[in-house]
């Protein structure tokens, strides 16, 4: 399963690429004006930093405009995948991009009608927002649950990219569903290392190793 950070945080970004588990990076508008960056400059610095696909959103409604937005992105970095909102109009650009060669990651998913219209389009990712579907009392993962049937049982090609992750279990969830991929917030990540026994044991075996060279020492 491949782990994306959805960040455009640069030094996090830096930082946490560093522990080699950063398979792709996710970004939106809203990601960018919390970075506090100039979009295109912030996009060329975190294509350096994570080798793998980073998609980065344009604006538009229609096709033309969404492609004409596309096109330019993916001229700053081999690795730049296209994200573009879930309408018709972003799947007349889907099929577009990708007949171009640009690869495209369909954003705002919340319906299994919705996914099958994405695989059918052909993008390389479908990104249910499974933390907005909990958020209004709905079942995220059971969403992801019936996109990984759907695509399964027709062997599409599209990815099944978990996104709106708000906590560890979600990415858990995703992997026992055998979705491709999960991009969480940094927090998150970080959290996925963690379990307070492991804090509790590694104490525990430091303690434990000096006190036996202390009595070591003690019988010379
Ligand atoms: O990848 C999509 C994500 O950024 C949306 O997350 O927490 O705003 O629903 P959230």
Redesign the pocket.
């Known amino acids: 399963m491949k782990i994306f950070l959805?960040t455009a945080d640069v030094e996090k970004i830096r930082a946490l690429a560093a522990t080699g588990l950063v398979d792709g990076i996710?970004t939106?508008p809203?990601?960018i004006m919390k970075a506090g960056r100039e979009h295109k400059s912030a996009i060329v610095e975190i294509c350096k930093i994570v080798k793998g696909p980073v998609s980065v959103e344009g604006i538009g409604t229609t096709a033309d405009e969404l492609v004409k937005d596309a096109r330019e992105f993916s001229k700053l970095a081999p690795n730049v995948v296209a994200k573009v909102p879930m309408t018709a109009e972003g799947l007349k650009a889907v099929r577009i991009l990708e007949k171009e060669g640009i690869h495209t990651n369909v954003?705002l998913v919340f319906s299994a009608g919705q996914a099958l219209m994405v695989a059918k389009a052909g993008a390389s990712y479908c990104?249910p927002?499974v933390?907005?579907l909990d958020d209004i009392s709905e079942d995220g993962m059971a969403l992801v649950a019936e996109i990984v049937q759907i695509y399964a049982q027709y062997g599409f090609k599209t990815q099944v990219l978990v996104?709106?992750v708000?906590h560890p279990e979600h990415v858990i969830e995703a992997a026992k569903l055998g979705a491709h991929i999960a991009?969480v917030?940094p927090d998150v990540f970080e959290k996925l290392f963690k379990h307070p026994l492991t804090d509790k044991g590694i104490r525990q075996f430091d303690e434990d190793y000096r006190k036996a060279l202390e009595s070591l020492k003690g019988r010379k």
Request: proline letters at 7%.
């Open positions: 959805d996710t939106n809203t990601l954003t990104s927002f933390g907005r996104a709106s708000r991009t917030p």
